[in-house]
């Protein structure tokens, strides 16, 4: 029995010094300087072929808003996937990273939503011939930035980052996961102004290779700018934690006669 707990301890060793937030401070210092290259060669790449892409025959140039304002879509609710997940991870067994990775991602994930709500806007304007109009899509979109800032100012109405704040911030997270398939399929359970899925539906992509290839390196390269992001938040918050536990540690070996 105990030779089995030690083959089950050992098993999973690896993963909590991987999980470790100084662990994961150590690995992140290796992983950012190759990212930052990588992720400005793939964005500065993707950038020119969406300049480079054909105008369409009905929208003309104001297609070309395409090419950033799904990318901000799409991050916008895969961050927010990611914070669920963190979410989940810090509610049920609480782990600093998973906490880390919840705030952090939040600030990330409320800009993504506000650039495209801008975008569509700008887009929209030509299209449709309206700034804003209440429709199933765009009302859920700005239904997830109002989400987005009630968990921002949760995080951090708490003194008690490691426990009050943690969790309420944790479970308004998962609550507000219910309009990420809203969003999604919003343009099929109702009739709205916003166009039907154009890539992930029954019967393949609706677009045209010249403009779908240039979309979804468009699509990865944000996401890369996503990842290298999160990673330096996650890192800075790590570490800014540690120096406030260290102030604290210090502070209470100070004599009263110091203090005073």
Known sequence: MDSMKEMTKAKYSWWKELVGPLQFVQLSEKILPPLYIITIIVLTVALYLAFRAPIDY????????????VPFAWLAMLCYTVMTLSAARTL???????????????PIGTVFTVLALITGSLW??????T???WDARLTS?????????GIFALSRAFENEETSAAHAA??????GFINIPIIKFSVDWWNTLHQSASILRRGGAAINTSILIPLLINAFAFTLVFVTFHLMAIQNEILRRCVITRQ???ARKLPETDIS
Do not use: C, N
């Open 92 to 106: 049920f067994s609480y782990h600093l990273l998973a906490d880390a990775a919840l705030k952090t991602a939040t």
């Open 58 to 69: 009905q929208q003309g140039i104001t297609v070309k808003i395409m090419f950033i304002h």
């Open 141 to 149: 979109m700005f239904i997830l930035l109002l989400i987005y800032l």
């Open 124 to 129: 929209g304007k030509p299209i449709w011939g």
């Open 248 to 250: 604290r540690i210090a």
């Open 170 to 175: 944790a479970i308004l997270t998962i609550i």
């Open 131 to 133: 700034w804003w109009e």
